[in-house]
């Protein structure tokens, strides 16, 4: 997904001379073509974040472009202030790019893992966050935000690893969501790679006569919030799932949206997520997405018992 | 090593006198703070020679179009000095002179930090410390890969500078010899709790701004004359950014406001105290009864 992404920073770059690209400190031979290419549109600028961000809204006031790699808490709790105010309060087309969005840096601990960035990023006016669930996605993304207004986040899942769980079929608009499947029982609600989690516990579900719809939400904000109201209002048990903690990220932006519907009858609602913690183990992405329980397991189980009691 | 050991007696700044146009900024300075009854007095007098000088001399600009693409940008970074750059674009006429009397009110655009877009001519919004520089680098980056000979001036107060994202932006700015960059510091030697010296150190000053990749030099900040001279010759060297170290005096043309660290942030202020700020402007040596 990373891949697919900065060269598709590369590739908008070679055709629109407004689009900069500023890294902080990337892994060596990182997008070495637009440097040896475009050099005077590429800058490594090293370990200052808080100067980067300074620095692309710099240019943006001026008219540029500017995509930004570092890993993603960087991008984000380090350097919050200067995305508050030189990016989201003079609203400069800058665009974040954080690479392990989640838990994807389980073996290297806590300090690396963005496990609220969209939580703290959601509460800024102007700025706009998506989660594409695969490179697919991600290829379809890139495009659209040349243009989009405003300073972007875009939260990388993890390397080649992921599977392709997203088709051509549905067209990606940035703040729309994605209705991937229909069911009459249930639904479920999705960001980033969490999708691929949604669809496996759909079909153990049908399995069982219980019909769940999924709603993939590659933009969390601003939240296709129609979408959700209307798929909502039409089942009883819904659930979020999602790579990040319960407080601030989808779950709570679905969540406000739903007590303020004030719908007939009562939903049953659950969060799946991280919880109120910094994560305690390393080991791998999936083992600490399966010790916080955001599996396809817990989705089934979660809306077994609420349509059964 | 330009190592100054500080006291009010050998301030660089302190005797020199100011002349009647800097007297008269002043005054509409406290004709602002008349109406508002609050706002960063000290912070302000220190900075007026500096802003005065290069709004008058040495900025290039077209208050019509405050957008003009071949414009010196200038970021006044230490944004709680912003009144001393609010009677300078009001001035040029940047904005209605009406507008000043109206600072931090709902119906005005001037609040107590300058905020672009809201107010013509200026560049970025700041207040919180530590943002101008950085973003001075993107300008600066910006007009070069233009090929624009147009300058960015980044106007930081010395307290700033105790701010990390400052010298992560200058170790980028001299690396890449960003000699369209010039860094100008109001270096009061005071800050809000106390002196720099005591609060944190700044010194040799000078010295860090070199070793950072900058031309420096040292200018009494409240001559006109000296001022003049220094940023005309802006940059200092082809291959550099420039740091331009304005030795001031906080407070700068009022005795009793002179290095006193309760004026560094006034509000409700009394109308003897607007009484006493009018008469001692009356009364400095270089004003109307001189």
């Known amino acids: 997904m990373r891949q697919t992404c900065l060269n598709s920073v590369y590739e908008l770059a070679k055709k629109d001379d407004r689009i900069f690209f500023v890294g902080s400190d990337l892994g060596s031979g990182t997008l070495q073509e637009f440097r040896k290419e475009i050099p005077d549109r590429f800058f490594m600028e090293g370990v200052n974040e ?8 710099g240019l943006a006031l001026e008219g540029k472009i500017v995509y930004v790699n570092t890993i993603a808490t960087f991008i984000t709790r380090r350097c919050f202030e200067q995305v508050a105010l030189d990016l989201c309060m003079h609203n400069v087309k800058v665009r974040l790019i954080g690479n392990g969005g989640g838990l994807v840096y389980a ?40 243009e989009w207004p405003g300073p972007m986040y875009i939260r990388l899942a993890k390397g080649f690893t992921d599977p392709i769980v997203t088709t051509d079929d549905i067209p990606f608009e940035i703040g729309k969501s994605l209705p991937m499947r229909k069911g009459k029982d249930a639904l479920i609600v999705t960001t980033g790679i969490t999708l691929k989690l ?42 979020t799932v999602e790579e990040h903690s319960i407080v601030g990220g989808l779950g709570a ?24 913690t910094f994560p305690d183990q390393y080991g791998s992405q999936d083992s600490l997405m399966a010790r916080y329980d955001i599996t396809a397991e817990t989705i089934t189980s979660t809306l077994r018992e609420f349509l059964t009691h | 090593m330009s190592l100054i050991p500080f006291s009010i007696e050998n301030q660089i700044g302190a005797s020199t006198r100011l002349d009647e146009r800097s007297i008269h900024l002043r ?89 672009a ?44 500078c105790n701010e990390g994202s400052v010298w992560e932006a200058a170790m980028s700015a001299g690396n890449r010899k960003l000699s369209n960059l010039c860094v100008v510091v109001d270096y009061n030697k005071q800050q809000s709790y106390d002196t720099t010296f005591a609060v944190q150190n700044l010194e040799p000053f000078e010295d860090k701004w070199r070793s950072f990749g900058f031309a420096v030099t040292a200018v009494d900040g409240h ?40 004026w560094h942030h006034k509000s409700r202020l009394k109308e003897e105290e607007i009484r006493a700020l009018y008469e001692a402007l009356e009364g400095y040596p270089c004003g109307k009864r001189a």
């Open chain 1, 107 to 146: 073996p290297l601990g806590p300090t690396h893992l963005a496990f609220e960035d969209i939580a703290i990023l959601r509460a800024l006016p102007n700025m706009t966050i998506v989660a594409p669930a695969d490179r697919d996605e991600m290829r379809r993304l890139m495009p659209q935000t040349v």
């Open chain 2, 223 to 262: 001559d006109i004359n000296a001022l003049r001279e220094v940023f005309s010759k802006v940059p200092l060297k082809p291959d550099q950014p420039t740091t331009i170290l304005c030795h001031t005096v906080k407070g700068k043309g009022v005795d009793f406001v002179e290095n006193n660290l309760s």
């Open chain 2, 27 to 115: 005054r509409r300075i406290v004709r602002i703070l008349e109406c508002s009854q609050r706002g960063h007095v000290g912070a302000t007098f220190s900075l007026i020679e500096i802003l005065r000088v290069l709004y008058d001399d040495i900025l290039r600009y077209d208050p019509k179009n405050p957008i003009w693409g071949k414009r010196d940008r200038c970021i006044l970074s230490k944004g709680h000095g912003c009144l001393a750059q609010y009677v300078m674009l009001a001035e040029k006429g940047f904005f209605p002179e009406e507008e000043l009397w109206k600072f931090c009110q709902a119906d005005g655009i001037l609040g107590g930090h300058p905020e």
């Open chain 1, 253 to 276: 932006a679905v969540a406000e949206i739903l007590a303020e519907a004030g719908f007939d009858t009562p939903k049953r609602f659950k969060r799946i997520g991280i919880p109120d």
């Open chain 2, 117 to 160: 877009g809201k107010i013509p001519g200026v560049e970025a919004s700041t207040g919180a410390l530590g943002h101008g520089l950085p973003i001075g680098v993107g300008m600066a980056i910006h007009a070069r890969y233009e090929g624009s000979d147009h300058r960015v001036f980044v106007v930081v107060g010395d307290g700033e």
């Open chain 1, 198 to 239: 949604a669809q496996t516990a759909s079909e153990i579900l049908s399995g069982d006569g219980i019909e769940a719809a999924i709603l993939h939400i590659p933009t969390i904000k601003p939240l296709d919030s129609a979408a959700v109201l209307n798929l909502a209002s039409s089942v009883n048990a819904i659930v």
């Open chain 1, 50 to 57: 808080a100067h980067v961000i300074g620095m692309a809204s």
